[in-house]
């Protein structure tokens, strides 16, 4: 019989939650943190399910274990780990794991106020403000985003033919907007979002195998992510989304992967430029800001660098033990 303790700090970012495994993470083998992922992924993925599932976590849980860097010129390396598995980049999980990393004194940067992370999808610079004790804001350039591909259909058995777009933002989403079978988020609750996406994201990737992979990295592949979009609610938001994700989730901010998904999108369309605000707004009306940085590429892709911003608290200092004598160890889901 085994017993294995975590410590862990949870916050939320904008409403979604971080929970950072601060203490009981396993060592990963790898040379960068897209190789530690995969050796998680095959040898401790045990924890993620324990510590993200119920009944120790729930739906929405997504979390994170720090890691020293590869390159010492960076300050630290970051795995997500979520109920949707160990995503290459995670927006929300950045604001939420800085923000505990430099309260809690988990991360120490070279140069205060600015972080380098090293994530699986590539390395991601950070700005944050700190006043007292407390960090104000974190912004994150995020990794280059791109439109992959725009006007594709998929028939969906609650709401008929829709059209979508897939983006890349850290993870592939597909995008829908508003159409004539479709009228935006405000018109459905999150129960009925997430079972229309349960769906079309299944029948999305059968019906373009293999059509979404990274250029540069062939392990970030196929659409995870479905954002729906719509009406704001605040007359400062430039737009609004819900975001699918998991099985069973809404993200609760506005996403940050996939806020800079649909600021690749919407600069391939020409509907933003270089230097452009984008505030985004999420299903609970919390808010990041966006903005395009600068232009760029990815393979023979033009992309973006996005950046996001956000806030985070802290709510919570948890040891969490799983012993495999309990039944429910490695969690379940309902
Ligand atoms: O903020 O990038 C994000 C994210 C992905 C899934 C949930 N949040």
């Known amino acids: 019989m085994a017993k294995s303790i975590f410590t862990c700090i949870d916050a939320h970012t904008c409403g979604n939650p971080v929970r950072v495994i601060a203490k009981g993470g396993p060592e990963l083998i790898g040379k960068n943190m897209s190789e530690k992922r995969q050796h998680f992924l095959k040898e401790y993925d045990w924890i993620r399910k324990g510590l993200m599932f119920e009944p120790r976590g729930h739906d929405m849980m997504s979390g994170s274990i720090f890691y020293p860097p590869s390159n010492p010129d960076n300050d630290f390396a970051i795995l997500f780990v979520e109920t949707s598995g160990c995503l290459p980049m995670c927006g929300h999980g950045t604001i939420g794991s800085i923000t505990i990393g430099i309260e809690e004194g988990l991360i120490k940067p070279k140069t205060p106020g600015r972080v380098l992370m090293e994530a699986p999808a590539g390395l991601v610079e950070i700005e944050y403000r700190q006043k007292e004790n407390k960090v104000e804001w974190v912004k994150l350039k995020n990794v280059k985003s791109f439109l992959a591909a725009s006007e594709l259909t998929i028939d969906s058995s609650f709401l008929g033919s829709l059209v979508f777009d897939v983006s890349y933002g850290g993870n592939f989403y597909a995008i829908v907007d508003p159409q004539p079978n479709f009228k935006g988020i405000q018109e459905f609750s999150a129960g009925e979002l997430i079972r229309f996406s349960q769906e079309i994201r299944e029948k999305i990737n059968q019906k373009y195998p293999g059509k979404f992979v990274h250029p540069e990295d062939e392990t970030i592949n196929g659409v995870s992510h479905v954002l729906w979009t719509g009406t704001?609610?605040?007359?400062?938001?430039?737009?609004?989304?819900?975001?699918?994700?998991?099985?069973?989730?809404?993200?609760?901010?506005?996403?940050?992967?996939?806020?800079?998904?649909?600021?690749?999108?919407?600069?391939?369309?020409?509907?933003?430029?270089?230097?452009?605000?984008?505030?985004?707004?999420?299903?609970?009306?919390?808010?990041?800001?966006?903005?395009?940085?600068?232009?760029?590429?990815?393979?023979?892709?033009?992309?973006?660098?996005?950046?996001?911003?956000?806030?985070?608290?802290?709510?919570?200092?948890?040891?969490?033990?799983?012993?495999?004598?309990?039944?429910?160890?490695?969690?379940?889901q309902v």
């Not at 809404?250 to 940050?256: L, Q, T």
């Not at 990815?298 to 919570?316: C, D, E, F």
């Not at 040891?319 to 969690?331: L, N």
């Open 232 to 332: 704001t609610i605040s007359p400062q938001a430039t737009a609004r989304n819900a975001v699918f994700y998991g099985d069973k989730a809404i993200d609760r901010s506005p996403c940050g992967t996939g806020t800079s998904a649909r600021m690749a999108q919407w600069f391939a369309k020409g509907k933003l430029k270089i230097g452009d605000e984008f505030i985004h707004e999420s299903y609970i009306g919390s808010q990041f800001i966006g903005r395009v940085e600068q232009v760029a590429s990815v393979g023979n892709l033009k992309a973006i660098q996005p950046s996001i911003q956000g806030w985070a608290k802290i709510y919570g200092h948890n040891e969490i033990s799983i012993d495999d004598d309990d039944p429910y160890a490695f969690g379940f």
